[in-house]
């Protein structure tokens, strides 16, 4: 399997997007172009499985390193481990199912669809990249393309969001592009993450690197207290736009603060491992109490992904393997659920034009295929068997129980209390949008999904039962994952 | 005698050029539709020249001396002074004295040429004057602009006054070590004798005027609202690169057994550098001002790099200015296309730009992307070069300070995309056909802002070189 087609086929299917003719050809290339994308996703699936069988246990598959800069010592070095392999899965679904909520956009559909796919093509280069320049070049890329989305295709207050978001995270990317630096001068002069795996670098390094690196990655995933450009940036994004941010773009902050700094500098995660707790325990909290208060579905969403992916990085504060894989696991479900979240609003959103939970009502009458996918959505946001959500928060709370001291037990113990709180925003807001009479007149007049958002919302429902039902393909992924990071922190 | 013309081959280019200009000029006159198209092919021809009969050597007892770098620097600034030629042709062809504009900005441009070459304090010096005294007859171009005249004004002033201090360093130099030559005075350098580190700091202000470093940056701004758009887009990109190639020449070889306070002057300098010419383009409406600041940022980050001390600082400095050349001239040539056609110079009159003029909104979008430092452009790559090089050296807050910058300056490169893209407008600039030059000249800015970065061997031949 060679890696390189998973960049070349985004970037051909961007090149093919600009210089197609109408807006028909733009949107059929883009469709085109990510099916194709997701069908090699789901062949690297099947080789990696392969060869992991075959090949044992190498940290990373699939290599491939040419030089890049040489005097500087930076290479073009791909390579995917199961998490890598989940994530560009993970994208390639939303990269699909985003293309196909977005088919009606009329404004500028080919700028739209560019800016889309260069934001899918920073993401699968960023799950591949083993050396820090390259991986922060992709991750730096999608810049524009946020940016360009929430400011011209948003709503509401859109270019205050568009501006807040970009600041933010570019102020993220500045912390991890010193954190990188550090590494780089520390490790003597290497970008290579695999060469920097095996280096112990000083103690009094790490005691500055991690922070600047988890900080950097973690405003990327909405880390508390820098989670602000969260709610503005995803309920002004346009549906597309805010699948991809919740569904990606935070996981791409996960993954960093995973693989970058817990990986790279264990002695640096187990000193700040307790902060990770207490704000990760914070924004569980915090986020969801906050949800309940919302009455507008996207803000809804946007607060209860702080609370969610609060799960992940609460797994990686726990440092055991379970709760490890709890929290890879969680990444790759919140990111399904929450795209999915986000495309049902938008799917509301575009027929009764509003978001306000109080003002709909009784629209599973006249929508009723919308409104399933929002009971699936929201009974797997709260947590219910047989969907991804309980599969990935089970596993985390069982690794994070492993800790018998009363510090950890209190942070599990607040983080399980948030469920509860879940429970009780999802089933009130769908409750109120979806049953009882027909508050809004005109609704009656509306349609229920089209081909393309019923084939965008089976897609991600698939996936998420599919990982709700049998873990255990994803699990043997990201398990072997976790096991590595915690050989490496030296732990159990 | 062969060596001669050889090793003063780009140098003789020009000066062919001159005359053939001055030729013209002198003779019957020639329309500028006629002139244009001229000089962009002599320049071309100039540019291309640069790749050929290379050789390095040394002149006139080392007071001239050439090696692959400097005339890879001299190619830069000649492609540069080319692509003036493409993006500006419409305000060019509206300008009553085509010829001289470009007589002076050749002879500049020869000054430059000499200046990197020297090996000599006499003539760093008197090629710096070459430099500079005509560039100050240019931004005095708009004839008509009272403006125009007063930015000249400041700038004949600040310069003669830069070089008076220039001067003095120049000879306390020489009266305590007895030498110009740029071979001979690390030998005699002491970095514990305070006259020469006054010495020293006197000739380091003389290069921190031309740089408009923090604090000597005052006359920037001016200078650049009132000279006509070719004329500050040379100041901001040639003048700037050319001073900076030999800044670091002279660091590097000659002030070597002073490095430890250039090193601390420039972690100084550049601060004060980022920090101030940052916040101040926050708060600018007119583009020529807003591109005056940002271009003084950016040369807080080139002083980060060259703080290196090493082959990295080098190269991360003279990639960087290629890239410079790129992004920033791009954005000068938008703003003078739309300027030269409408009159207007303010950001909120690019508002809604991108539903009539999409070409020319794509263009600056991706210049100021690039001069942001934000990837997939060549930006990027600068500034991660540059940060690399300085950060061998640097603390932590060093480089926490310097990325934080590139925070601060997104802000106000996205408020121009902003504007371009997402405001509306019910008047916007209506559409604009330019001459096809400036096209031209756009695309290869283009192509260069999302190439050079790519293409790493470019990279690795200035690392091989320098």
Not at chain 2, 393 to 422: D, E, P, W
């Amino acid at each position: 399997m060679n890696l390189i087609f998973l960049l070349v086929i985004p970037l051909l299917t961007a090149i093919g997007v600009l210089v197609s003719r109408n807006k028909s050809q733009v949107r059929w290339i883009a469709l085109v172009g990510s099916v194709v994308q997701l069908g090699f996703a789901v062949a690297l699936l099947m080789a990696f499985r392969e060869a992991r069988l075959t090949d044992g246990m190498a940290p990373v598959l699939f290599e491939q390193n040419h030089a890049l800069f040489e005097p500087l010592h930076i290479h073009f070095h791909l390579g995917v481990d199961g998490l890598s392999v989940a994530m560009i899965l993970l994208t390639s679904f939303v990269l699909v199912a985003g293309v196909l909520v977005s088919w009606n956009i009329e404004k500028m559909t080919k700028e739209f669809y560019f800016q889309l796919v260069l934001l899918a093509l920073g993401a699968f280069g960023f799950f591949m990249s083993l050396d820090l320049f390259v991986l922060f070049f992709f991750l730096e890329i999608s810049v524009i393309p946020k940016y360009l989305l929430i400011g011209i295709w948003g709503s509401g207050k859109n270019v205050y969001s568009a501006n807040k978001l970009a600041l933010m995270l570019m102020a993220g990317s500045a912390l991890i592009l010193v954190g990188i630096l550090g590494l780089y001068f520390a490790s003597g002069r290497s970008f290579d993450i695999l060469t920097i795996g095996n280096l112990n670098i000083p103690g009094h390094l790490q005691h500055i690197i991690f922070p600047l690196l988890f900080v950097g990655f973690g405003i990327f995933t909405a880390l508390f207290p820098f989670h602000t450009w969260v709610p503005d940036g995803h309920s002004s994004a346009p549906t597309a736009g805010s699948m991809f941010l919740a569904g990606i773009s935070m996981k791409l902050g996960g993954y960093g603060c995973l693989r970058i700094a817990t990986f790279l500098l264990p002695l640096g995660a187990r000193e700040y491992a307790n902060w990770i707790i207490i704000l990760s325990a914070i924004a569980i909290l915090y986020g969801a109490f906050v949800t309940m208060m919302q009455k507008d579905l996207k803000y809804m969403n946007a607060y209860s992904s702080i609370s969610h992916v609060g799960f992940s990085l609460l797994g990686i504060g726990m440092l055991t393997a379970t709760a490890m894989t709890g929290s890879m696991l969680q990444m790759v479900s919140h990111g399904l659920m929450t795209a999915l979240f986000f495309a049902v609003i938008g799917m509301i959103y575009d027929r009764t034009h509003t978001r306000m939970v109080g003002e709909m009502g009784g629209i599973m009458k006249v929508m009723p295929f919308i409104t399933t996918i929002l009971f699936i959505v929201g009974l797997c946001s709260l947590g219910l068997p047989g969907f991804s959500g309980f599969v990935a928060e089970m596993t985390l709370f069982i690794g994070s129980w492993q800790h018998t001291d009363a510090f950890h037990r209190i942070a599990t113990v607040m983080a399980t209390l948030s469920i509860v709180v879940t429970a009780v925003y999802i089933l009130r807001a769908i409750g109120s949008t979806a049953m009882g009479p027909l508050k809004n007149e005109k609704f009656s007049e509306l349609k229920d999904a089209a081909w393309n958002e019923k084939l965008a919302a089976f897609l991600l429902v698939g996936g998420i039962v599919a990982i709700g039902v049998a873990p255990e393909w994803l699990n043997d992924l990201l398990r072997p994952v976790a096991d590595l990071i915690m050989k490496r922190l030296g732990g159990n | 005698m062969n060596d001669f013309f050889i090793l003063m081959k780009s140098e003789w280019v020009v000066t062919l050029i001159i005359f053939v200009l001055l030729f013209f000029k002198i003779g019957r006159g020639i329309r500028n539709e006629v002139a244009l198209p001229l000089i962009q092919i002599l320049l071309l021809v100039n540019f291309i020249a640069g790749f050929f009969f290379n050789q390095a050597g040394h002149l006139f007892g080392n007071m001239f001396e050439t090696t692959g770098l400097i005339i890879l620097e001299k190619n830069i600034l000649n492609l540069g002074v080319y692509l003036i030629s493409l993006l500006f042709a419409d305000w060019f062809l509206k300008s009553r004295n085509l010829l001289e504009f470009f007589i002076l900005m050749l002879s500049a441009l020869l000054g430059m040429f000499l200046m990197i070459s020297s090996g000599n304090l006499l003539i760093f010096y008197l090629s710096l004057e070459l430099a500079t005294i005509p560039v100050a007859a240019m931004a005095n171009f708009d004839l008509d602009k009272k403006q125009s005249s007063e930015g000249a004004m400041k700038m004949i002033l600040s310069s003669a006054f830069s070089s008076g201090i220039l001067l003095f360093g120049i000879s306390l130099l020489y009266g305590t070590t007895g030498t110009l030559s740029f071979a001979q005075l690390p030998h005699q350098l002491d970095s514990g004798s305070a006259i020469q580190i006054m010495a020293f700091i006197f000739f380091i202000a003389a290069f921190a005027f031309k740089l408009s470093v923090v604090p000597f940056h005052l006359w920037t701004a001016d200078v650049y609202e009132g000279a006509p758009f070719p004329g500050a887009a040379f100041l901001s990109v040639i003048s700037k690169g050319s001073v900076a190639f030999i800044l670091i020449t002279v660091l590097y070889k000659v002030f070597q057994p002073m490095g430890d306070l250039w090193y601390l002057l420039l972690v100084i300098l550049s601060i004060l550098t980022m920090v101030i010419g940052n916040f101040f383009a926050l708060r600018q409406q007119n583009i020529k001002r807003f591109l005056a600041f940002s271009s003084i940022a950016q040369v807080g980050f080139i002083l980060l790099g060259m703080s290196s001390n090493d082959g990295f600082g080098v190269t991360a400095v003279v990639y960087f200015v290629l890239v410079y050349i790129f992004s920033n001239l791009a954005a000068f040539g938008v703003a003078s296309v739309i300027a030269t056609h409408t009159g207007k110079e303010n950001i909120e009159d690019f508002k809604g730009l991108y539903q009539t003029n999409p070409f020319l909104s794509w263009m600056l979008a991706l210049a100021l992307f690039s001069l942001a430092g934000i990837p997939p452009t060549a930006g990027f790559f600068g500034k991660f070069f540059l940060l690399t090089a300085g950060g061998a050296r640097a603390s932590y807050g060093y480089i926490i300070i310097a990325a934080l910058n590139l925070v601060v300056s997104l802000y106000y490169y996205l408020k121009v995309v902003r504007a371009v893209f997402m405001d509306k407008n019910e008047h916007p600039v209506p559409k604009i056909r330019t001459y096809p030059s400036v096209k031209f000249g756009l695309l290869i800015c283009g192509a260069g802002i999302l190439l050079a970065g790519v293409l790493s061997w470019i990279y690795d031949y200035i690392h091989a070189l320098s």
